[in-house]
């Protein structure tokens, strides 16, 4: 096939050929774009009614509210107050339980002695003295501590011998409690 037009000419050609491509392109985003814009327009249309009659249902109960303004106030304050209740309940610390779980550590031939415990004083170590019938049954008790996920930092910090008694050992040991294992720890109440 001959080609009888010049090279401009073909070049104008396939350049009005790509003009009336990039127009059909441009049309299709124009289109695009009037579609978008419609469809956030309705939703915008729509969201805007519902407000609308939201804020008139407000409007037409709000008599009503007052009378329900005792109620409303003392829900309020129930509210508040169970969650309150539900901090309270979920630091709680079941000191039977505590001294449940030391009387069934110590040895069957030492007896508590003298504890002093608060709650805030869990973070710190705390000391228990406790008799025990001879040396090594203080010795035991101190391992017993030791080898306890219970508690943590054991030491021994006096062992003393009355000259008479039942149990004439004293041991003082001090210790730190870990209180989120006892607090885990199924204790029935």
Not at 12 to 36: D, K, P, S, T, W
Not at 110 to 122: E, K, R, S, W, Y
Not at 168 to 176: K, L, R
């Amino acid at each position: 096939m001959i080609n009888l037009l010049s090279s401009v000419e073909r070049g104008e050609l396939a350049a009005a050929q790509r003009n009336v491509r990039l127009r059909q392109y441009m049309f299709i985003l124009l289109m695009l774009g009037g579609v978008i814009t419609a469809s956030y327009g309705v939703g915008y249309i729509i969201l805007n009614n519902q407000a609308n009659a939201y804020r008139a249902d407000v409007e037409r109960y709000a008599p009503e509210k007052e009378k329900y303004a005792d109620v409303i106030k003392q829900a309020t304050s129930f509210n508040s107050n169970l969650f309150v209740a539900k901090s309270i309940i979920n630091d709680e610390f079941s000191y039977s339980g505590f001294l449940e779980l030391l009387s069934s550590m110590i040895p069957h031939d030492a007896v508590l002695a003298g504890i002093n415990i608060h709650t805030v004083d869990f973070a710190k170590p705390i000391e228990l003295t406790i008799d025990t019938k001879s040396y090594a049954a203080s010795y035991e008790v101190k391992k017993t501590f030791e080898t306890s996920p219970y508690f943590r930092d054991t030491k021994l910090r006096a062992i003393t011998q009355a000259p008479e008694g039942t149990y004439p050992y004293t041991t003082a040991i001090i210790t730190t409690v870990n209180v989120d294992l006892i607090k885990k720890r199924d204790i029935p109440q």
